[in-house]
């Protein structure tokens, strides 16, 4: 197949805003390092499980701990099924023994009132259906009488971001009759739906025990958009640099936007972070003169990469003179910031927090939490009477990883508080911020993001006044104390056996030998990849390119990506260690500089992405959102039973120069994986990506997220069917029409067992 390679995606992923060379993560001046804590030792504190279902005790002894100890209902040492092959299939193909079924997608009803999806490019109101390209997700149970219940298993409530759409030429083209305008000024009805099709939704879902269903017309649907209202929250509300039109006191906002990885508080609500949104704005040419060169607001709009001069996604501020366009055009057109949105921008890029269960409550903006190209939020396991630990990613090339730790310690009633959003209030308004230096000895530290750090106070680049600049600025306070610059860091995870965090790095093509993105130990691989092509003898790998009968495209720098993981004796110290727990690689390539994690074809991937700890099982479920390998597979869902950092060895890798020297990286890895803990459980359908998971307590019922199936359909296509390149889900018996639908699945065991078993 010769499909374009580039996909409308991975363009606003893909982002590198980063203009700082960072690379001198040793000389850092942090007074914070105490040797006491290097030393791993059992904390045997009290905690209450991620799904607040039981109290129990946790050793973060480094070691395993116990499963039964982590409080595991099902725990799982060994993989049970048998693994799934690559597959170029239109289909969701799953492990043996498993069943799928397509539950809801994009367009789906969330009101009685709102008629069925024609799928064909006239439906309307999207503000009562379910959003497009479906992307992080989480269970919120409910017992028969409709009230919250964490141990649930047959009644529920999904919340799942819908990041984005399938776009091309600024047009979501499978939402509109004809694909839509592709040029400016676009047409505002077509703009009204892609404004609708962005955010979140809340449905009610339910098992007759044979069968799942979505109910259409339950209280607790829910649709949050572009559009919706939201209360500020943390250092940031107030700020002047958030002051709008819309909100000259710079307490509210509007709308969420490119929702992407998500989370699950302590006090069981719903938290979902905010990723590529700077690419929603539109800049003209002449805004640094207006603002004024000096204006340290331009430097900020550069780091968030918005470039004078820059276009938008879509073109939404194109659509007419209405408050719901001209939001998007972040030029300083007033007299001030009261009379235009040059600082709208400066209100997304953060964790939106809502309480699934109460529809009627305003989402609220947890600024708290830093603004950037937010994922997931992974939270430690809570333990009375220690602050509230939360590991997050910023998701663009060479951008670093995250914790927040909150002023207030955790208090164990609050797990099941009646007013759970006054508990985020209570955790995430007030707290410290952390970005992570990757040390080359394995060791690491979280180098404080606040004022009361000097060389933030006193950061030359850019004058921070306060907690609330950090918070809005986040990514210059990481620059000013040298994080780490990372391969894109995506989703993260907390083991529930002993408490090591993981998270993915998806990726990065500016990762090089030398320069401002240079291998370190923490990034250590960059590579020359060959995807598609035909070869005449031997491995298509790496050097025989030239050799090839059919030349393929070359893809450079860490193509494939890797996982990285952390563990610390407690989770609030400043100190940690780290390993990479998996490389990930196509199965035949170079085992001395790619395939280092000794993969095979029950287990290669490219691109992990996605990252969820089952709570019931253990299991490591790492999804990919790739294009390098798409050549041989779509994009899949493992299975994995990790060990814990430290549990490998050291690799060095060399690199020769073009001037003859050599370059060494030594890095710490995780043991070698093998199929009986590391396997392949489901592919799907042609040109998405999987994303988003969250299971029944059981472990009985496991839900997941197709994205973007079709994605590489051409545009000009759109009048021809035959041409689209997905026809999933009404292929899979779903649904009317032919166009390709983001949707969620659910998967199921055929005997009723758990899920990886
Ligand atoms: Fe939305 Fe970074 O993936
Ligand atoms: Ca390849
Ligand atoms: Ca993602
Ligand atoms: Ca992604």
Known sequence: MNQPTQRPNDVFNAEDSNPTQNPHIDTIVNARLSRRHMVLGGVGSAVVGSLGLSACATGASGGMASAAAAGLHSPINSLGFTA???????????????????????????????????????DTAYDNRAGDHHDGMEWFGLDAQGKRSDNSNMRALLAINHEA?????????????DGGASKLPRPAAEVDKELAIHGVSVVEIESTGKQWSYKTSSTFNRRVTSMTELALHGPAKGSEHLVTKFSPDANRARGTLNNCGTGKTPWGTFVSGEENWAGYFFRDAKDDDRRGKKNPQVLALERYGRKAGAASRHGWESAGAGDSYVRWNNGALAADAKGDYRNEMNTFGYVVEMDPYNPKLAVRKRTGLGRFAHESVSFASPVAGQPIVAYMGDDSRGEYIYKFVSAARWDNADAQSANPLAMGDKYLDQGTLFAASFKADGTGQWL?????????????????????????????????????????????????????????????????????????????????DIKGGQKSSGNMQTNEYAAAAVPGKEQKGNVNGHIVRVAQANPVDT?????????????????????????????????????????????????????????KTNCMLLAAVPGKVGDGSTKTLSYKRGD???????????????????????????????????????????FINIQHPGELTAMADIGNPARYTSHWPANAGYGAGQRPRSATIVITKKDGGVIGS
């Not at 990479?580 to 790619?594: G, N, P, Q």
Request: charge should be negative; include cysteine.
């Open 660 to 702: 003859g020297s050599e370059k060494q990286v030594r890095t710490p890895m995780g043991k070698a994986q093998s199929p009986d803990i590391l396997k392949r459980f489901l592919v799907g359908p042609s040109n998405c990506e999987i994303t988003g998971l969250c299971e029944s307590p059981d472990g009985r019922a496991m």
């Open 448 to 528: 404080e993001l606040s004022m009361a750090n000097p060389i933030v106070a006193a950061n030359p680049d850019f004058a921070f006044k306060s907690n609330a600049d950090v918070a809005v600025f986040t990514r210059l306070a990481a620059d000013a104390v040298n994080a780490t610059r990372m391969d894109r860091p995506e989703w993260g995870g907390v083991n529930p056996r002993n408490g090591d965090f993981y998270m993915t790095l998806t990726n990065n093509s500016n990762r090089t030998v030398d320069g401002e993105m240079g291998v370190d130990a923490a990034n250590p691989r960059t590579y020359t």
């Open 575 to 631: 100190v940690f260690k780290w390993d990479i727990y998996l490389f990930a690689s196509e199965a035949d390539a170079d085992k001395t500089r790619v395939n280092l994690s000794n993969l095979t074809d029950d287990n290669d991937l490219s691109a992990p992405d996605g990252l969820v700890f089952s709570p019931s099982t253990g299991i490591c479920w790492i999804q990919t959102d790739d294009g390098a390998m798409t050549d």
């Open 165 to 177: 759409t399938t776009d091309e030429k600024l047009s979501s083209f499978f939402l509109h009759a």
């Open 84 to 122: 799934v092959g690559k597959s170029l299939a239109d289909t969701v193909v799953v492990a043996p023994g498993y069943q799928v079924q397509v539950l809801y997608a994009l367009g789906d009803p969330l009101t009685a009132s709102t008629s069925a999806y024609k799928n064909d490019g006239t």
